[in-house]
């Protein structure tokens, strides 16, 4: 589903504002957009101070409080629940137990995932590699994303061959490619009686199947950023990179277990560092220069794909949000083995439900 | 200390004839590797004359419709002859006893869910199949024929994933018993050989063991684990134990040295037998029975973008176009292939024939 409201999040101002804290009483869910701009009321009786922001970031556009909450926010939330009680999910407000956290939910596997609210943000960095450079603005969809890189655990739960050098439950599965992070994607769908989302034969991306995905790279880098405009979600300032996440400066020379980092503003952990995490894209350098301004799904053909967030043996520079890198899918090879590569999951939030 | 006139003349002319010497080498090799690279897809006709001779036969599997058997063929490619013809069961990555008189291989038997890799042997023609173990895949033999070690498949689900292997476990054929190796970590295994002497293992480790990705030999009765550090993967052994053969990369047929003997294994001597050119993959490499040929499979990388797993070089997965060949192991891209139906003819085998009037 596109936006159709002045949804846009304005990174600086809102941050900012964000960061001031605005108080509210219930979980607002910037999901779905505005719909009827006629609606527009007056007054506020969920945000004090009439703040135009979410505060987990999404900006609400200029619009009265009460039509936001009659439009925006209370069919949202309706949907929300009915969505956790049908699918037997539970909202898990343990690690966003501050109001500023976007809701996470637990799937029928066990696992978490935080509901991204839907939003914009400039993708790619003036400052950047020249694949980042042309800075433009993408507005993205609601969606869940993963907590948490997929562990090993979860692969030996859904029996998929665990391809990982460094061994332990809780690490994040590496050494995986393009090809088997989609597999692994499938198969956790399947076990929860969602649709698919991979085509086997031709692994084309059904992006309206509920099951699980890949993230594309601007669902990555606005998850990344989580409402920043800095190098890092956490800001620019690289000596507290180490805080957030594992690189070569601090791994040890190997992978650590997921969360043991702090994690960015919207409750996710590992974005930086770890492993680096495919995103569902091909990768063309140039792809920015002509990217759709919403909802891009990257180029439709190309030898590599993209990952993001560099790794435990990365330095400090590829862990910046908009950093990108590419690297062979795996289609025609089996033994890749970078040790550095892992990934996490995304999925569409169940609308109809 | 200035030297003299004499002196500075005689070191001239020997750093003239060196220089000249090192050109005409160089020279000289770069002539024999455009020869070797311009080879790579030229098959040779004097080397199919050559195993019109010889006296091995190969086995390899193949689809021919839709179904995946075993065949035998001379060393030529001469006489092909099914030897399974099970329309429901497909038949695959078969290793042929010492002497010759057995074959392993495995079997996918069932559809759906409910399929399963399990491992058989049978006679050379085929005959008088027996199931050495279910759930398990990567056979190989021991040096007297007596035993089959075997991986079992790390699930109970089925994947084509090779490396999806855990425990490493040896069958007697007299007893029908069977027993764990002593080293019960060995996981991720794939290509098992057991080298001649009987006190190793060689095969490819991936993602297992702390290793990423690698050819390990380890103890057949021990729990020591050693990195013979070849870059690739599918290792075989000579009949000797003294060289092993890979696959050098997706291109390449490696040969080295190998010493088994010393207490930390290594291989020495690395070169290539087989060069192929992207997209042409060279894969499955095995020594003849006397370590004169290799036979090798040969193909086009997967192009196709699928989720399957299914890369042409895993038992069972079709490999249009791809045939098996066999190359000369002194000379480097001296082949000819055996098959050229491409009717996803792998993982081939030398099934060794010790009456040579037999052999026809």
Not at chain 1, 111 to 127: A, I
Not at chain 2, 195 to 219: C, L, R, Y
Not at chain 2, 264 to 290: F, G, L
Request: proline share 7%; with cysteine.
């Amino acid at each position: 589903m596109k936006p159709q409201g002045p949804v846009a999040f304005r990174q600086g101002k809102e941050l900012a504002e964000r960061q001031k804290g605005a108080e509210v009483k219930h979980f607002p869910v910037c999901y779905p957009p505005l719909r009827q701009p006629n609606e527009l009321a007056e007054g506020s009786v969920f945000l004090k101070k009439s703040r135009k922001v979410c505060p987990w970031g999404a900006s609400f556009g200029g619009r009265g409080a009460i039509y936001q909450f009659l439009v925006e926010i209370a069919p949202c939330g309706l949907m929300l629940a009915i969505f956790l009680s049908f699918v037997g999910c539970q909202k898990n407000n343990h690690a966003g137990s501050s109001a500023r956290l976007p809701p996470t939910i637990t799937t029928k596997g066990g696992l978490e995932m935080v509901l991204v609210p839907t939003g914009s943000f400039q993708m790619g960095s003036p400052g950047g590699k020249e694949d980042e450079r042309s800075v433009h603005t993408v507005t993205v969809d609601s969606f869940l994303m993963d907590k948490y890189e997929v562990t090993q655990a979860e692969f030996d739960r859904l029996q998929l061959p665990n391809p990982s050098h460094f061994k332990g439950p809780t690490l994040p599965v590496e050494q995986v490619t393009w090809v088997q992070a989609a597999v692994y994607c499938n198969a956790r769908s399947k076990a929860e009686g969602l649709t698919p989302c991979y085509n086997e034969d031709t692994a084309a991306c059904d992006f309206q199947a509920d099951g699980y995905r890949l993230p594309t790279e601007a669902e990555w880098e606005y998850a990344c950023r989580a409402g920043t405009d800095s190098d890092f979600g956490f800001g620019s300032d690289v000596r507290k990179l180490g805080d957030y996440g594992w690189l070569a400066d601090n791994s040890s020379k190997k992978t650590h277990p997921v969360g043991e980092k702090r994690p960015n503003a919207w409750g996710l952990f590992d974005m930086h560092g770890n492993v680096a995490e495919w995103c569902n894209d091909v990768y063309d350098k140039d792809y920015y220069r002509a990217s759709p301004a919403e909802n891009p799904h990257g180029p439709a053909d190309g030898k590599e794909y993209v990952l993001r967030g560099g790794s435990w043996k990365s330095p400090a520079e590829a862990l910046r949000s908009s950093s990108r890198l590419a690297e062979s899918p795996g289609f025609s090879d089996a033994c890749l083995a970078r040790d550095a590569i892992g990934f996490r999951c995304v999925r569409k939030v169940p609308i109809s439900q | 200390m200035p030297k003299s006139p004499l002196e500075q003349n005689w070191l001239r002319d020997v750093g003239a004839g060196l220089s000249g010497f090192l050109a005409a080498l160089i020279l000289f090799s770069s002539g024999i590797q455009i020869h070797a690279q311009e080879r790579h897809d030229q098959p040779s006709k004097d080397l199919l004359t050559e195993l019109k001779t010889y006296p091995h036969k190969i086995v390899y599997e193949t689809n021919r419709d839709g179904n995946w058997e075993l065949y035998l063929v001379n060393a030529d490619g001469s006489d092909p002859v099914n030897l399974t013809r099970t329309p429901d069961i497909d038949e695959l990555y078969p290793k042929p006893s010492p002497d010759g008189s057995k074959i392993c291989f495995v079997a996918d038997e069932g559809k759906g869910d409910a399929k399963k890799r399990n491992i058989y042997y049978m006679n050379s023609d085929g005959t008088d199949r027996i199931k050495v173990a279910d759930n398990a895949r990567e056979p190989c033999w021991s040096p007297d024929g007596s035993s089959i070690a075997y991986m079992k498949g790390e699930f109970e689900k089925f994947t084509y994933s090779d490396f999806a292997t855990k425990g490493l476990f040896i069958y007697d054929l007299k007893t029908k018993s069977t027993r764990q190796h002593p080293n019960k970590d060995l996981l991720h295994l794939y290509t098992l050989n057991w080298s001649p002497d009987g006190k190793w293992f060689v095969a490819t480790v991936h993602g297992g063991m702390g290793f990423q990705h690698g050819i390990i030999a380890f103890e057949a009765d021990g729990d020591k684990v050693f990195d013979l550090k070849l870059e690739g993967c599918r290792p075989n052994l000579r009949f000797d134990g003294k060289k092993i053969t890979w696959g050098h990369g997706d291109f390449c047929a490696g040969v080295a040295d190998l010493d088994l003997t010393s207490s930390a294994p290594k291989a020495t001597n690395i070169h290539n037998v087989v060069e192929t050119k992207d997209p042409i993959e060279t894969y499955h490499v095995i020594w003849s029975p006397d370590g004169k040929y290799v036979t090798y499979t040969r193909g086009p990388k997967a192009t196709q973008k699928s989720l399957k797993g299914l890369l042409p070089e895993f038992p069972g997965v079709e490999a249009p176009g791809w045939n098996v060949c066999v190359a000369d192991a002194a000379q480097r891209n001296r082949w000819a292939p055996i098959t050229t139906d491409g009717k996803s003819c792998k993982q081939p085998s030398w099934v060794v024939v010790k009456d040579k009037r037999a052999a026809r």
